[in-house]
């Protein structure tokens, strides 16, 4: 069972960085292609980005591309998300996801994504 802990969230200041680590705790044997999701207030979840299975591939929504970068260490079962240049609209909970293990292209639907970790507050101050 996939078992997602995300960590590294915090206040940060504009233009500043952060990287957010997720760890699968559940020790399967499968790979799943991985993403990224948040949630600002009162607003609806968004796709941030996703990461293949081997990390070759990558993904990312235009509002963080060139600025997010998503890397994958599977020896450590761990997905990255390295953000840069932060701006206070980037403050949200963000949520790591997994794909059933049967799935191998990246996705940008929240549905896909059977697997979520308990989320990570980012908050980026002006």
């Known amino acids: 069972q996939v078992q997602l802990v995300e960590s590294g969230g915090g206040l940060v200041q504009a233009g500043g960085s952060l990287r957010l680590s997720c760890t699968d705790s559940?020790?399967?044997?499968?790979?799943?292609?991985m993403g990224w999701f948040r949630q600002a207030p009162e607003k609806e979840y968004e796709y941030v980005g996703s990461?293949?299975?081997?990390?070759?591939?990558?993904y990312y929504a235009d509002s963080v591309k060139g600025r997010f970068t998503i890397s994958r260490d599977n020896a450590k079962n761990t997905v990255y998300l390295q953000m840069n240049s932060l701006k206070p609209e980037d403050t949200a909970v963000y949520y790591c996801?997994?794909?059933?293990?049967?799935?191998?292209?990246?996705?940008?639907?929240?549905?896909?994504?059977?697997?979520w970790g308990q989320g990570t507050q980012v908050t980026g101050s002006s």
């Open positions: 996801t997994a794909r059933p293990a049967r799935f191998s292209g990246l996705s940008d639907q929240k549905r896909d994504y059977s697997y």
């Open positions: 559940g020790r399967t044997d499968s790979s799943y292609v």
């Open positions: 990461i293949s299975k081997s990390g070759g591939i990558t």
